[in-house]
């Protein structure tokens, strides 16, 4: 042990040292955002190795992406902890992934397993929808993938998925569940997992096999799992089957940043953690380093409003800083015009580089103006989100031949490389080479290279091809059991070149592709990673490159630009800080989405949404609207974000164009509720050019309505027919109606454009 390594305790406040020097029994850290829980967690295992002598080899830290792991391992090797390297820092899913290579027997799994990413699940839900019968037309293959993704990650199976669509009488259910069914079955076959078998697989491997259990439970005698918030029912299950008898299990999160129950994470687990675990202590990191404190404290007063949460008293040592900026544009493209030239005036005024500012919004499609805006002014941009490298067509294409030689029982990504590029080798053939296999009992793998076999001895086609056929065919099984000869003499780099020769990837991208440089260098990029895994793991390097690409996400390719402004959704924005920061769209309807307004779980996640994105700020904070937006193929009037009313108006200020000299300081500090912003000139057709109100009506004059209603008041709109108004309030010289019409279905109208009758 050095000597010289660095004081573990050193620079840690007394709660981040309080939680590191915890070694015994269950912990729970509730972080704030910005409160260094990296740090924390990094400091605790080297504190661990170090000082209570507990071996490398017998600690798990658990995250939820391989930028965090990647970071975590980074900061324990600069702890200079001894065998660092045999610390588990990764995610889930490779940790999972790791479990059932070695075990994964026990479920019925072959250690070269392939894992599907979300574009081979849909086309193998495709396929499972056919052979179930469900018609694709009518019936969605994504929302049959996310029914059945929500029902595996809470550990049910297309039995119990069956059972639940039967008692709750749900339709879309029973047609998921018998999907599901035949979607299993076909993984099976491909000796092949989604994102969600991992986890589900590891805890029925766990579940089963005590023996198997008791080794991970003996093995890491510390586990620490970070950003709890987000885990599901699988995950945390997960969790527990891997805690001993010591319960030397650590949980870091915060209830404040649960974002991620679309992708099925429960915020229960968090909140539950001390009744499953009676005896944790529980330690709130609650000293901010990130932001200032206007900005922590708009945060606290906005969160403040949610009910489900444990409770923190954020604080931070740094100056008041600049006001929270509100900026109230006309359309979208003003919103944006407005956002790209604040960055040009930040670069020029205060020589903050766009590489320190980032643009946060909802919805993808809301990038749309901001992107014109920023090609309009010349500012160089990046969106977090485009398509990721291991997404690309010709990636895609490669790794399917990689992943049928390392997995030959892989179906999907066969199906991908039999006619990439084009051999003439038809649909048709292509069912009857999967008929005969199945005939046969074989691979369809297995069923190309008989045919090849066959024809290279002169042999009648073994399978019930035609000659042409029988030909195409196999010519591909030739090609695959040339590959397959020379993939265990060749390192997988040499591999990959061959591959991209022999099965005519180049000369078929260089021949119909508009840009085949940039295709090409890709797939050099490709190559040169396999070759940094070559060294790495020389034995199993095409194994370990596979992993790496089927479980990589946006965010782990985010590197800072100090030129380049980043475009990001708020989910994707989890993790990432900046000095500036553009909130855009702040709308009911947007944020909150309008698919929360009729639950208050779900409108109490849009409001952690917005608190994550505001303490993604540093120094300065942007909150941004427009009066009118053209969403859905129609351009309606906005309201204001309810999030805009709940952020102290003290902390606020209100600009009129780029450029500091332009923040009002004028006593008028609430946010507009006009149809027309205080932040735009006055035009003489701006009223009379808004679109009416959820009206099919198009354009309408704005003026005193004759008729105000009143509560309980029967009311019939021209589109939604007849409802009873539930609340009409006063909106500058408008009213905000909330009415419910027939079905239950509650909208709120502004009034001069709802044209309401009274019934």
């Known amino acids: 042990m050095s000597t010289h390594a660095p004081d573990i305790l050193k620079d840690l406040n007394d709660a981040q040292a309080e939680a590191v020097l915890h070694t015994e029994g269950p912990l729970l850290i509730v972080a704030g955002p910005g409160s260094g829980k990296t740090r924390v967690v990094t400091h605790r295992i080297a504190n661990l190795v170090r000082e209570c002598e507990v071996s490398p080899y017998r600690i798990a830290a658990v995250t939820f992406t391989n930028k965090a792991a990647r970071e975590m391992r980074e900061r324990i090797e600069g702890l200079e902890v001894p065998s660092a390297d045999a610390v588990f820092a990764g995610t889930f899913h490779a940790f999972c992934s790791r479990l059932l290579r070695r075990h994964g027997y026990g479920v019925g799994l072959d250690s070269n397993f392939t894992i599907y990413d979300a574009e081979d699940q849909l086309g193998l839900i495709k396929q499972a929808m056919e052979l179930a019968d469900v018609d694709a037309k009518n019936n969605s293959p994504r929302a049959m993938q996310s029914i059945i993704s929500a029902a595996k990650s809470v550990l049910m199976d297309s039995v119990s998925l069956t059972r639940q669509s039967q008692a709750e009488g749900s339709y879309p259910k029973e047609l998921a569940a018998r999907t599901y069914h035949h979607y299993e079955e076909l993984l099976g076959r491909s000796n092949a997992v989604d994102f969600d078998d991992l986890l589900m697989r590891a805890v029925q491997l766990l579940e089963g096999y005590d023996e198997v259990r008791e080794e991970y439970q003996r093995r890491y005698q510390y586990l620490m799992v970070d950003e709890f918030q987000d885990t599901n029912i699988a995950q945390y299950r997960l969790a527990k089957l891997l805690t001993g008898p010591d319960q030397n299990i650590c949980a870091v999160g915060d209830p404040d940043q649960s974002i991620y129950s679309w992708r099925n994470a429960d915020i229960r687990n968090i909140l539950s953690f001390q009744k499953d675990f009676p005896d944790a202590r529980v330690i709130p990191l609650e000293q901010n380093y990130r932001s200032s404190r206007n900005i922590l404290d708009a945060a606290s007063s906005l969160i403040a409003n949610n009910g489900m949460r444990v409770p923190k008293d954020l604080r931070t040592d740094k100056d008041s800083g600049a006001d929270v900026v509100v900026h109230e544009a006309y359309t979208q493209n003003e919103e944006a015009d407005f956002v790209a030239r604040q960055v040009l005036d930040l670069a020029r005024r205060q020589r903050i580089k766009s590489g320190n500012c980032a643009v946060m919004y909802r919805i993808n499609s809301q990038s749309r103006a901001l992107e014109e805006a920023c090609l309009r002014l010349g500012i160089k941009y990046r969106i977090i989100g485009g398509i990721q490298f291991y997404r690309r067509r010709e990636i895609k294409d490669l790794m399917a031949y990689l992943s049928v030689l390392h997995n030959p029982q892989d179906d999907i990504n066969l199906a991908r490389a039999v006619n990439t590029p084009p051999r003439g080798i038809g649909e048709k053939t292509i069912q009857q080479v999967t008929r005969w296999s199945l005939e046969q009992r074989i691979s369809v793998y297995d069923a190309y290279k008989a045919v090849a076999r066959a024809k290279a001895e002169n042999l009648p086609c073994p399978a019930p091809l035609a000659a042409r056929a029988y030909t195409t065919v196999a010519r591909f099984g030739e090609l695959l059991a040339r590959l397959e000869e020379l993939k265990a003499r060749l390192p997988v780099s040499d591999l990959i070149r061959l591959v991209v020769n022999e099965a005519g990837l180049e000369a078929h991208i260089r021949k119909v592709d508009t840009n085949p440089e940039e295709r090409m260098e890709n797939i050099h990029e490709f190559i040169s990673l396999a070759a940094e895994y070559e060294s790495e793991s020389p034995e199993d390097s095409l194994a370990a490159l596979l992993e790496r690409a089927s479980l990589v996400s946006d965010v782990d390719n ?98 009129r164009s780029p450029g500091a000299a332009s923040v009002s300081t004028t006593s008028s500090r609430t946010v507009s509720r006009s149809v027309e912003p205080r932040s735009t000139t006055a035009r003489t057709s701006s009223i009379s050019s808004l679109t009416a109100w959820d009206s099919p009506g198009g354009a309408s004059e704005v003026a005193a309505p004759e008729y105000v209603p009143e509560v309980g008041d029967t009311v019939k709109h021209d589109r939604f027919g007849e409802g009873i108004v539930m609340k009409c309030e006063e909106w500058g010289s408008d009213f905000e109606v909330s009415v419910c019409f027939d079905g239950g279905e509650l909208r709120r109208l502004l009034l001069s454009f709802a044209r309401l009758e009274k019934v």
């Open 558 to 655: 985010y590197e800072e630009s100090e030129d380049t402004l980043t475009l990001i959704t708020l989910h994707q924005a989890k993790g990432l800080e900046f000095p500036v920061v553009f909130i855009v769209g702040m709308e009911e309807g947007l944020l909150p989405h309008s698919r929360s307004m009729d639950s208050n779980e779900e409108l109490e996640e849009e409001r952690r949404l917005c608190y994550v994105g505001i303490t993604r700020a540093k120094e300065q904070l942007y909150l941004v609207r427009a009066f009118q937006r053209a969403m859905w193929g129609s351009s309606s009037p906005t309201l204001p974000s309810r999030f805009l009313d709940e952020i102290p108006q003290d902390l606020i200020a209100y600009a």
